[in-house]
């Protein structure tokens, strides 16, 4: 039990969403299942060992088959290359070496042939081009004049006296040089005229060749002469092939190949091998020796290449279609808890008109329907806090009227223009409260304002009007610090700002001016002039629009103020 809750505790310290600790030990166990699950096909399912064993050897040995022929026809594909090249003839029929060099090296260095003679029609060295055994792809050894050791092989007689045989006039063999034993291809290279003028000889080293076998077919490779001895192989110490062995490949050609009888005969490090032996030819029927393709007996628990490949693409299918069922398994369960968590970011930057759908009946539905319900209480709360506030500042508002008993009512009046005007104008719904908190408070800042200058009957001095004028600092300093007022500051600090830039407290200029301020310039200005004053009487309304033309482009925003003029004389 200690160890499942420290377990538990461990998990969920772990730095990872709800919907990944819910896929992550699903997908775990699901892998294992799955491996498991593809080690016992392996096992149990397919072929017997020793069946499954021989198939592998017989597929080895047929694709080694196949990559001798292909390394053949390559080579052949070369020496075409070079025979048909422009200049190489005339080079060739002329002994030039540096020519030959220059017209042929880009052809072996693209195909990467490892070795390329040319002979003259006497079977004498021309130029002799060798890749450095260990170099780069480019490091090549040439070699010009004299005899070669070419001119007595079988095969090359062959390609100089122009026989024929029924693949071709193409010829191969194996030749031991002093580089190694290799084997090449030979043909004969004709002028223009179709005049005879040399041999071109395209080879390959057999190390290079066991190598490239074994790297396909994984298994070990050997050549052996027809007296059992290694020509070349991968093993690092090979062992002679017994004569017994030696006579039953030739004695039994007609059979394709058989397993080496004695796999004690090729033991090598401790680990015995099973060898399939069957003879080398070129060119279709030219045998030169025997070819071993080998494998250790501890390649018995694996299974074909075909088997391999089936195995991991079913396994991968399977681990894939896991996957994708477990993701989704995990986005139906964590869904409504992603839900509640994008709804608790949305009400925590202040969206408390968020409601989150249920869409189970188990314990997340208790939990979003208590979420909703916790969220209807939060929203009812902060409107009666908003009510609560709102009446205070009514009450602000009252409280200044009685202050200054000649603009009784301006207040309401000036409030319901504002929002008339402001939706008229296009100001999005959202900022309306705002404005209507900004209308009623436009004059608060007039509270820090003497009586005596603010009840004043007459005009007042230049000292009086500089302090009346402070009103909108006021307005600020008494409201900057409450949060919820905030966005309403500023019509009471930015109402009498003049569109020219010659308005108080700051001075600010066009469209420096808050929007809002600069309307409400506009509805202060009309309730002003078109209401009695105990100084003067209410202006007429031609008397009014008149006024407010006059101060468009000094006082006003011209852009406002015409569509301000067309909403109050319609």
């Known amino acids: 039990m200690n160890l499942t809750v420290t377990f538990s505790k461990a998990f969920n310290k772990l730095p990872l969403n709800i919907r990944e600790k819910v896929t992550l030990p699903y997908l775990f166990l699901s892998i294992i299942l799955l491996f498991g699950a593809a080690y016992v096909v392996t096992q149990v399912v397919f072929d017997t060992v020793e069946e499954r064993f021989t198939n592998q050897l017989v597929e080895a040995g047929n694709l080694a088959a196949t990559r001798m022929v292909e390394e053949e026809n390559q080579m052949l594909k070369v020496l075409r290359l070079l025979a048909y090249s422009k200049g190489v003839p005339e080079a060739l029929g002329q002994a030039e070496p540096e020519a030959l060099r220059t017209l042929a090296f880009g052809t072996i260095l693209n195909n990467q042939q490892k070795a390329v003679e040319f002979l003259d029609v006497n079977g004498n060295r021309v130029l002799s081009i060798h890749h450095i055994e260990g170099g780069k792809v480019e490091d090549y050894n040439f070699s010009t004049g004299g005899m070669s050791i070419f001119a007595d092989q079988d095969f090359v007689k062959n390609a100089i006296l122009q026989q024929n045989d029924k693949r071709g006039d193409k010829f191969a063999g194996k030749v031991k040089t002093d580089q190694g034993d290799y084997l090449y291809v030979a043909g004969p290279v004709y002028s223009p005229d179709n005049e005879m003028v040399g041999v071109i000889l395209v080879g390959t080293p057999l190390t290079s060749l066991v190598r490239q076998i074994r790297e396909e077919t994984l298994a070990q490779i050997t050549l052996y002469d027809f007296q059992g001895g290694i020509l070349a192989s991968t093993f690092t110490s090979p062992t002679n092939l017994p004569d017994q062995e030696v006579r039953n490949v030739l004695l039994n050609q007609s059979n394709a190949s058989f397993i080496r009888a ?159 005007s402001a939706k008229a104008l296009g100001i999005d719904e959202s900022r309306m409260d705002h404005i209507r908190r900004g209308a009623l408070l436009h004059d608060i800042g007039k509270m820090g304002i003497p009586d005596m200058i603010l009840n004043k009957p007459h005009s007042l001095t230049e000292e009086e009007q500089e302090i009346m004028q402070l009103h909108p600092v006021y307005a600020c300093e008494m409201l900057k610090d409450i949060d919820f007022l905030k966005p309403a500051l500023t019509i009471p600090y ?27 310039a506009l509805v202060d200005a009309w309730d002003a002039i078109t209401t009695d004053r105990p100084y003067r009487d209410a202006m007429t309304r031609n008397e009014a629009v008149n006024t407010i033309r006059q101060e468009i482009g000094t006082h006003f925003d011209p852009g406002i103020a015409e569509r301000f003029l067309e909403l109050v004389c319609p």
């Not at 007996?297 to 396994?315: D, G, K, P």
């Not at 970011?345 to 979003?368: P, Y």
């Not at 020219?500 to 600069?518: F, M, N, Q, T, V």
């Open 262 to 420: 004695d796999s004690r005969d090729l033991n090598i490090r401790n680990i015995g091998y099973r060898e399939l032996l069957s003879t080398w030819e070129v060119r279709g029927d030219v045998e030169l020796g025997i070819i071993g393709v080998a494998l250790g007996e501890t390649f018995l628990v694996s299974t074909t290449n075909v088997t391999r490949i089936q195995i991991t693409v079913m396994t991968g299918l399977l681990l894939l279609l896991v996957i994708m069922f477990g993701i989704n398994l995990s986005i139906l369960i964590t869904h409504p808890i992603m839900e509640l968590v994008n709804a608790s970011k949305e009400v925590k930057d202040g969206n408390l008109n968020i409601q989150v759908k249920t869409v189970s009946k188990d314990e997340l539905a208790l939990l979003t329907e208590n979420f909703n319900q916790m969220i209807e209480s939060m929203r009812d709360s902060k409107n009666k806090i908003m009510e609560s506030y709102d009446s205070t500042l009514e009450g602000w508002s009252k409280a200044l009227e009685y202050r200054n008993e000649e603009t009784k009512g301006h207040t309401d009046r000036v409030k319901e223009m504002m929002m008339k």
């Open 494 to 520: 930015c109402h009498h700002e003049h569109w020219d830039g010659s308005g108080y407290p700051r001075g600010l200029k066009g469209e420096e001016i808050p929007l809002e301020a600069r309307i409400f």
